[in-house]
Nanobody, 119 residues
Framework: QVQLVESGGGEVQAGGSLRLSCEAP????????TKWYRQGPGKERELVAH????????RYSDSVKGRFTISRDNRRTTMYLQMNNLNSEDTGVYYC????????????WGQGIQVTVSS
């Protein structure tokens, strides 16, 4: 069973930075698309950023574009989300997701990690 382990969350003041990590030991990590989602208080879960299995195609939601950077290290089977210039709207639980295209059962989620931005 694949287990994703998230780390790096916490509380930070507005304007600060955090770096989230998501480890996926024991996976053929390079074959997976990797994504970060978040769910703010009273909001639906939204896709924040993704980087496809080939590594060259990244996309961000408009709300984080220019502030967040998604990356991955296939050798370490780890994905990252560098978050800069945080604001209160970034507060929420962040989830990493590994998904293999055309393989519905290969869809794994991290446990979620809290990010709180105080003003």
């Amino acid at each position: 069973q694949v287990q994703l382990v998230e780390s790096g969350g916490g509380e930070v003041q507005a304007g600060g930075s955090l770096r989230l990590s998501c480890e996926a030991p024991g996976t053929t990590f390079s074959l997976y698309d990797t994504k970060w989602y978040r769910q703010g208080p009273g909001k639906e879960r939204e896709l924040v950023a993704h980087i496809l299995s080939g590594g060259g195609n990244t996309r961000y939601s408009d709300s984080v574009k220019g502030r967040f950077t998604i990356s991955r290290d296939n050798r370490r089977t780890t994905m990252y989300l560098q978050m800069n210039n945080l604001n209160s709207e970034d507060t929420g639980v962040y989830y990493c997701n590994l998904k293999k295209r055309w393989t519905p059962q290969a869809d794994y989620w991290g446990q979620g990690i809290q990010v709180t931005v105080s003003s």
